[in-house]
């Protein structure tokens, strides 16, 4: 459900069309994430996770950031690892 609040609050808060809405996935989120994107045709951004520490990479977040992402999972912790993402800063670039 929280992925379909993204789409709706982007198409009526920032003018985002239906069809180019974008959601920011970190290849260690959960499954479902890709899933709820198919089922609400949403374009799925998957970005990679740092080698080292398996938190998403801060980098490829912000590069993958644009005018129709509604929304960029992390995890806390996430699926399969149990690691934290950097959630603060996260949050700063989003």
Same mark, same amino acid.
């Given at each position: 459900?929280?992925?379909? +609040? ?14 180019? $809405? ?5 290849? +260690? ?7 709820? $994107? ?14 080292? +520490?398996?938190?998403? #990479? ?14 960029? !999972?992390?995890? &806390?912790? #996430?699926? &399969? ?5 950097? !959630?603060?800063?996260?949050?700063? !670039?989003?």
């Amino acid at each position: 459900m929280a992925v379909r +609040t993204f789409k709706y609050y982007s198409m009526n808060k920032k003018n985002i069309k239906s069809t180019k $809405c974008e959601l920011i996935i970190p290849r +260690t989120a959960h499954a479902a994430f890709h899933k709820a $994107c198919e089922m609400y045709e949403i374009k799925a951004i998957s970005i990679d996770f740092d080698n080292n +520490t398996f938190k998403a #990479d801060i980098n490829a977040i912000e590069n993958a950031i644009n005018e129709n992402t509604i929304g960029i !999972i992390a995890s &806390a912790p #996430d699926y &399969a690892h149990g690691i934290v993402d950097d !959630i603060e800063r996260i949050g700063q !670039i989003s």
